[in-house]
DNA sequence: GCTTGACCTTCCCATCATGGGAAGGTCCAT
DNA sequence: ATGGACCTTCCCATGATGGGAAGGTCAAGC
């Protein structure tokens, strides 16, 4: 089948199939006479492992491990696990760091009165850091927020 | 001040300070006669603005927002917060999306023996996508898991 | 004055996964 | 044979960041 089907039938765009091709993540598949590349259907398999993959998360690089032991008849689970744990790892500091922006710009936000008035504690928190020279209508209170 | 210590003070790089010049977030500064660039203590003060705001996450172009508003003495608080808003709900979105990777492989790896042995449900799910031909060893309840 | 090292300048390249699009070839149905 | 839907390769762009080369400048110490 072509290139087209196979994306089709994988979830993977053609651009991903020959770009995974590329940086050699799946063997160049057969070609036919006239230069179409030909994929069967254990490559459609292969696709579908990547794809699932890359809703997971993992990078190329990792992926191409998981290749490797998927194949590997002789793999220890633990190989696998060493590698999702490290993913999951990896993923937890990434939501940890956007939880961190999110809940500082939160506490900007309800301190923010959002109406007509230029006052907004978000861009003076902004320009001075939270040192404000000059302490603003929020009170005392707001010293807490830092 | 030369471009390095306005690196230093502000606590961006040199590197990021012309890419800020080059995307226009920042005007070009002056230069010495030698052609250095030179900057002065309000330019350090707009290079923390940008510093702070890309700490929470702010695209350049949101930071672009973000100065203009700050410039402007007439702003509407409400037009900050929007911004504001608009971005905590994106990094909440981003949040999520990550969380549910890492549930789905945390449950996977709940899962794995992590032993010698090849036989993985992470490796399976990532095969089948969670319809094993062959039920394994994890019984009956694995199925409550997708 | 000359050397040395720490700066500065511009320019190009790489990242990572993804897509857009051009220019040109192929295949099939009408 | 014509047109449209494919396919091919090649180049470019994204966003924020850094690396590094080639070359100019400055200041300190000899």
Redesign the interface.
Known sequence: MNIGEAANLSGVSAKMIRYYEEVALIRPPARNQNGYRSYAESNI?EL??IR??R???FTVEQISG?MH??R???????D???L??E??AA??A??RE??E??N???H??AN?????????P??E???D?GNHASPTHLGKGFEKLR
């Open positions: 398999h579908k492992f699932r993959a809703d997971l998360g998981l032991l998927w590997d008849r002789s793999r220890a689970s633990a696998v696990k060493r999702a744990l993913h999951v993923l937890e990434k939501q956007i939880q922006m999110a500082a710009l939160k900007l936000v923010c009165h959002g109406d007509g008035r230029p006052d907004c978000i861009i928190n902004l320009a850091g």
